[in-house]
């Protein structure tokens, strides 16, 4: 599920929670005043807002209000108020609640922080697996199925300088080898331009293209890329070219490793 499901999903489950929870203090109602009620519904609305953005939080903060004010003041089960009290409390709840829902994150920023977090993850095990010693094919193969993890990749594959396989991800074996040529740093067919990426947000071709891993002036390989519908945006085109950029030094410090057997 990505972000924007999570959003949608957050703005049904906020307020409905918000009104299953009235229910649920119902019990308590005549043992306290409706004022120490109201935090148990500020912590639901600062937990989705954390979880589901700015709009679920605050169709929370405005339903746990009115849940307040239903279940839990007199008269009960009418959206009038009774005491001054209770009025007190529930406009209070009302004000903080959406003040902590404004304050929350946007969904933008969440899938920013999200995905920085991702990336930067999936370059320190790429590192960690250039470093670590054991066979080519399956310290390749960790990184492609971390890299498929982390981007909108459907799948990988990396062959090496005679177009052989020499690792694959999930889902990559029986694919066709891509005609498409991507450009190394932007990771876009010659035919696109950067303006066209920003103003888009392209996605990597679902039946697949490729990129050259270089090391200095030398071809050592191809990785091959197949997307899976979803935008490939700027920064991850820049942590997947990072990426293709350690897999060459991987794949050429290989080759010109010293064969034990020899």
């Known amino acids: 599920m990505d972000d924007g499901d999570d959003g949608l999903l ?14 649920l203090l119902v019990p308590l109602r005549d043992h306290t005043t409706a004022s120490n009620l109201t935090f148990v519904f500020m912590a639901l609305t600062i937990a989705v807002s954390a979880l589901g953005g700015r709009p679920a939080a605050v ?10 004010d239903f279940f ?15 009025v007190i409390a529930f406009v209070g709840l009302a004000v903080c609640g959406l003040i902590a829902a404004t304050l929350g994150p946007e969904g933008g920023e969440r899938r920013t922080l999200r995905a920085e977090r991702a990336h930067r993850e999936l370059l320190h095990l790429t590192l960690t697996h250039l ?3 054991g066979p080519l094919e399956s310290r390749l193969t960790g990184i492609l199925n971390a890299s498929r993890a982390a981007l909108p990749l459907a ?3 990396v062959r090496d300088g005679r177009g052989q396989v020499v690792a694959a991800s999930e889902r990559a074996q029986t694919r066709p080898v891509p005609h498409e040529v991507l450009q190394p740093d932007t990771l876009l067919p010659s035919v696109i331009s950067d ?38 945006r700027v920064a991850s ?7 293709a950029r350690l897999l060459a030094i991987l794949v050429a410090r290989t080759e010109a490793a010293p064969n034990p057997r020899a």
């Open 10 to 23: 957050y703005l049904a489950a906020g307020p409905l929670a918000a009104i299953l929870l009235g229910m």
């Open 59 to 68: 169709a929370t903060a405005l339903c746990s209000a009115l849940s307040l």
């Open 72 to 86: 839990l003041t007199r008269p009960y089960l009418h959206l009038t108020i009774e005491e001054k009290h209770d």
């Open 131 to 133: 470093e670590m010693a």
């Open 155 to 157: 799948a990988a594959l």
């Open 195 to 232: 303006r066209d990426l920003a103003l888009r947000g392209l996605a990597l071709p679902k039946e697949g293209a490729r990129l050259a891993l270089m090391a200095g002036d030398r071809q050592v390989g191809w990785l091959d890329l197949w997307g899976n519908g979803r935008p490939l």
């Open 237 to 243: 085109r820049q942590t997947l070219s990072d990426i």
